[in-house]
């Protein structure tokens, strides 16, 4: 069974930056495709990010040159380092894998097996 755990989110104002935490448990992040999504009241989860098992990272343009990936294979981790945060980026995000997931589908939410729970990111003007 895999489970996602995100850590990291809170309340920061603009220009501001924050580290989310992606823990996974059941599966090894380096065999999987780790995708962030984010998500406000009355609208569509919108993909931000992902990091596939091969190391090499997508982002939405809104985010490109702000937020950045990682991954600690021996913490079984991904990090979403968010820079340089606006009030635009105020959501709820989520952490999500999936291990067989081709890269046309990279940005789909429903490609994805597991989610996290979330952690809520608010950011002040």
């Known amino acids: 069974q895999v489970q996602l755990a995100e850590s990291g989110g809170g309340l920061v104002q603009a220009g501001d930056s924050l580290r989310l935490s992606c823990a996974l448990s059941?599966?090894?992040?380096?065999?999987?495709?780790t995708g962030w999504f984010r998500q406000v009241p009355g609208k569509e989860r919108e993909f931000v990010a992902a990091?596939?098992?091969?190391?090499?990272?997508y982002y939405v343009d809104s985010v490109k040159g702000r937020f950045t990936l990682s991954r600690d294979n021996a913490q079984n981790t991904v990090y979403l380092q968010m820079n340089a945060l606006q009030s635009g980026d105020t959501a709820v995000y989520y952490c999500?894998?999936?291990?067989?997931?081709?890269?046309?589908?990279?940005?789909?939410?429903?490609?994805?097996?597991?989610w996290g729970q979330g952690t809520q990111v608010t950011v002040s003007s």
């Open positions: 999500a894998e999936s291990p067989q997931i081709i890269l046309s589908q990279i940005r789909n939410p429903s490609q994805y097996y597991n």
């Open positions: 059941g599966r090894a992040v380096s065999r999987t495709t």
């Open positions: 990091l596939r098992y091969s190391g090499q990272t």
